[in-house]
Every structure is written in structure tokens, then in C-alpha cells.
């Protein structure tokens, strides 16, 4: 299984994010699997976002869940995360990952993906 992100590495404050990870080896409509978004900075660590489950069902970190919003392509095996009124501290590595109903921890996950917000 193979995860790969994309997307922009400089944006400006108050825009909108949007990344993209692509995923080989495996369907993400797959039971019983849960795709997430998380970040990482010196600041923070790490700091999970939110998932999109095999069904399509998402859920959404507290603190984030007013900007975030998470969604896929199905038919390109895609999931995308769209984060608005970006601020400084949204500079990040950005991962996806994935995980099993199962376990708490991720089994597979890209290589990140550097996204900085400055003007």
C-alpha cells in the first residue's frame, strides 16, 4: 500500500489549503478502513485533522472542524483535505494515513508533504 500527497507548499494567509494523497495497493472503499489527514509542526507535533471511513463518513478534529473538511474521488482512489482561513500556524508537514477499525495506530502512511502559509 502506497499513500502520496499533493499539493501546493507556499500559500498565503487567509487562503484556502487543498491537499490531495493518492493511494495505490489498496481501495479506500475497502471495509473497514479510515483514511485521515494529520500534521506536523516543532510547535504543535503531531496534530491529527480528520478521516473519511470506507463508507464515506467523516469526523473531524475539534479545534479544526470549523476549517477543515475532508472528501474523495472514489473513482481515482483519492481523498482530498480543503483547510480555510489559513494563518502562519497551519505550517506544517501535512500526512496521510491509514487505519484499520481494529487498531488505534496507523499502518501506512505517505511521505508528507511540507505546506507553508506566509505572504
Known amino acids: 500500500v502506497q499513500l502520496q500527497e499533493s499539493g501546493p507548499g507556499l500559500v498565503k494567509p487567509s487562503q484556502t489549503l487543498s491537499l490531495s494523497c493518492t493511494v495505490s495497493g489498496a481501495s479506500i472503499t475497502t471495509d473497514y478502513y479510515y483514511w485521515s489527514w494529520i500534521r506536523q509542526s516543532p510547535e504543535k507535533g503531531l496534530e491529527w485533522i480528520a478521516y473519511i471511513s470506507f463508507s464515506g463518513g467523516t469526523y473531524y478534529s475539534p479545534s479544526l472542524k470549523s476549517r477543515a473538511s475532508i472528501s474523495r474521488d472514489t473513482s481515482n482512489n483519492q481523498f482530498t483535505l480543503r483547510l480555510s482561513s489559513l494563518t502562519p500556524e497551519d505550517t506544517a508537514v501535512y500526512y496521510c494515513?491509514?487505519?484499520?477499525?481494529?487498531?488505534?495506530?496507523?499502518?501506512?502512511w505517505g511521505q508528507g508533504t511540507q505546506v507553508t502559509v506566509s505572504s
Open positions: 494515513a491509514r487505519r484499520n477499525s481494529d487498531s488505534l495506530m496507523f499502518d501506512y
